[in-house]
């Protein structure tokens, strides 16, 4: 349109709305995002340490029947 852009509306809402909430956010988010951190980092490497346990004890099963499938002629 020949109509000229209008910017004060744009800055009247980076003043009144967006910078408070981007200001306001950041520290809950910066806590919330180390808390959560730290709650899920030992969370994981306990799960991966289960797992890597399961699939050992899945892997010496399977040589063992394989071991005896040899033995038996199969």
């Known amino acids: 349109t020949p109509d000229r852009a209008d910017w004060t509306r744009l800055a009247h809402f980076w003043d009144t709305v967006f910078l408070p909430y981007l200001v306001g956010g950041i520290g809950p988010g910066l806590l ?8 899920s980092v030992p969370l994981i490497a306990a799960y991966q ?3 890597k346990g399961r699939f050992a004890r899945l892997r010496a099963k399977a ?4 071991a005896r499938s040899e033995k038996s002629g199969g």
């Open 32 to 39: 919330a995002g180390s808390i959560c951190y730290w709650l």
């Open 63 to 66: 040589l063992a029947k394989a």
């Open 49 to 51: 340490k289960r797992r």
